[in-house]
């Protein structure tokens, strides 16, 4: 089973693209979407973050926005986050991947924002960098709801930039081209992986 691990900064299209190595047979372990179902499904981890952060649990769950708030800018706040999220996260990704395993699997995906930054690469066989042009990427940043130029540059200075990504890649997809160009980048990738 070859473990890959898709990476890119904001604004690349990394979700659009996991989405699009999903639709070749490829399971996809959404690291995002696991952090968001723990702060509302893990009593214990859910806990564990009030006691750190009291104002982020909101209605029995931790609330995303209010806990980004709180350890935006606050190197110490978001090491100790850290501390507590990361061995539930790495509980359930040994269960995903032991089930994967299970089922025989040629590949799985890690779908991962911040990689390189947290040492994933280390986990994982083959990396996939997904990337634009910094114009496009600041267009479609800023044309999310609640985006701010502010929020823009706080993302920005907790990414490796994108062309240090790109030169630690195995393989780059670039999604400037629309979404029919990069499923053939992605057809690609799996037919070269496959030989």
Known sequence: MIILGLTGSIGMGKSTTADLFAKEGVPVFDVDAVIHKLYVED???IDKIAHA???????????RAVLGDLVRGHKDALSDLENIVHPA??????????DARGRDEAFVMFDI???FE???ENKVDKIIVVSTSPEEQKHRVLARPGMTEARFAHFLSRQMPDEEKRRRADFVINTSKGLEDAAQ??????RQLKT
């Open 53 to 63: 952060f009291p104002a982020a649990k909101q209605g029995g769950v931790i609330e």
């Open 113 to 115: 924002p911040l990689l």
């Open 89 to 98: 996260i790495a509980n359930v990704r040994a269960n995903w991947l032991q």
């Open 43 to 45: 009593q214990d981890l």
């Open 185 to 190: 980048q992605v057809q690609s990738i799996l």
């Open 118 to 120: 947290t040492g994933g």
